[in-house]
């Protein structure tokens, strides 16, 4: 398995942010590129959990503003993520790029940024058991 399935499998599994210390080191042999280090914020993770929802956007769909509870990493998988939340400048992100979402953020813009080819990636949304991991902004 090569180093980009390894990562897309663990990502998709969720297990990239919790062994991020790992790809600092080499894997299968070849050197490692850290694709993103992230502050958390100060939160307990008693009774929270951690759900990954694969996304697939068509080309030029544009989802609308929400919100998570909880603290969101994203991983692009394929394609390309016009991204934006509250306080940020609007980002585009390119197949093998992750970004973050702070806990309650309002994300403003989630859209395929091509007009021709889909756009896929995971989200990783850490939040409390109990509460919806989406709801409108």
Known sequence: ??????LDTLTRSGMAVVLSPVFT????????????????????LADWAMTAV???YAP?????????????F??????TLRFRVDGQPETVY???Q?????????HRVSANASATAPCRFLAMVFADKASPISAPA
């Open 54 to 56: 694969e996304v697939t």
């Open 98 to 106: 992750m970004f973050y979402e702070a806990p309650g953020s309002v």
């Open 25 to 44: 080191r080499t894997v299968a042999g070849a050197p490692a590129t850290r694709v993103l280090t992230q502050p958390l914020p100060p939160v307990s």
């Open 74 to 79: 994203g991983y692009v998988l394929d394609g």
């Open 60 to 72: 030029g769909e544009v989802d609308s503003a929400h919100r998570h509870p909880g603290f969101v």
């Open 1 to 6: 398995m090569n180093r980009r399935a390894l």
């Open 94 to 96: 390119h197949a093998g």
